[in-house]
């Protein structure tokens, strides 16, 4: 099994940044992909950035690309979530999540980024 364990929501200022963290333990040799989602009230959770662990391949949505970066950090076992220029529709609850080699998902609990207008 793996664990994950979001940091770094909270609330700011459109036009401002927010760099969220994704801890992760156990059996962190299988993760294949990691992921950022996030899912607004009364929406569906959708993607919003990934990268593959071994190679730092990434992918974002189109609605953060140019201002949302993904990394990282094999050392840690960390990935960060680098979020400038956030806009109000960015205020969504956050999840970390990762795809190991069997193709089993696992998913953190969530932090909160709210963005002022």
């Known amino acids: 099994q793996v664990q994950l364990v979001e940091s770094g929501g909270g609330v700011v200022q459109a036009g401002g940044s927010l760099r969220l963290s994704c801890a992760a333990s156990?059996?962190?040799?299988?993760?294949?992909?990691m992921a950022w989602f996030r899912q607004a009230p009364e929406k569906e959770r959708e993607f919003v950035a990934s990268?593959?662990?071994?190679?730092?391949?990434?992918s974002l949505a189109d609605s953060v690309e140019g201002r949302f970066t993904i990394s990282r950090d094999i050392a840690t076992n960390t990935v960060a979530l680098q979020m400038n220029s956030l806009k109000p529709e960015d205020t969504a609850v956050y999840f970390c999540t990762t795809r190991v080699v069997s193709g089993r998902r696992y998913w953190g609990q969530g932090t909160q980024v709210i963005v002022s207008s």
């Open positions: 990268i593959t662990y071994s190679g730092g391949s990434t």
């Open positions: 156990g059996r962190t040799s299988s993760m294949h992909t």
